[in-house]
Structures are given as C-alpha cells and as structure tokens.
C-alpha cells in the first residue's frame, strides 16, 4: 500500500431518529458540528446549504464547503427519510 491510507470514522448522535435525519441530512445546519474531518487528510465541512424553498428529494442538489476552501456539489441520488 505504497501511500494509501485508510480512514475510519464514526460518531454517535442520540436523539429521535427523525430528528437527527431532519439536522443532518434535511437541514444540514447542524452538519458541521458532527463532521469535523480527519486531519491531515480530511477537512471538516464547514457549511452545507441546499437552494431556499428546495425540498429534500432526489435531484437536489446541496452545496458542501469544506474546511479546505474547496466547493462540492452534492446530488442527492436516493432519499428515504425514516
């Protein structure tokens, strides 16, 4: 494995699980406080936004900024919410 490595991460939210799906995958203002990346190789996502009036549905497509100035656009290709 020249230069590979290998990243596990995994966080526990408690809470109702609409909620936590409604903080995190829905609103997304929420997102920052629980990813917080995996230095070096992996920058904490510092907004999530989706379009004002959008509703969370296949198509949608949100925004992601990473703690690294970069942008990414995300679409949401499956959504089934609890």
């Known amino acids: ?7 596990h991460t995994e966080i526990v ?13 829905v609103d997304g203002k929420e997102f920052p406080k ?5 230095f070096p190789i992996i920058p904490p996502i510092k ?8 509703k969370v549905e296949v198509g ?3 925004t992601v900024r990473p703690g690294d100035g970069s ?3 995300e679409r949401l290709l499956e959504h089934n919410s609890p």
């Open 60 to 62: 949608l497509i949100r």
């Open 1 to 7: 494995m020249s230069g590979q490595k290998e990243i």
């Open 34 to 38: 629980f990813f917080t990346g995996s």
């Open 71 to 73: 942008v990414v656009k």
């Open 13 to 25: 939210v408690n809470g109702k699980l609409e909620a936590i799906f409604n903080c995190l995958a």
């Open 47 to 54: 907004e999530v936004t989706i379009p004002t009036g959008s």
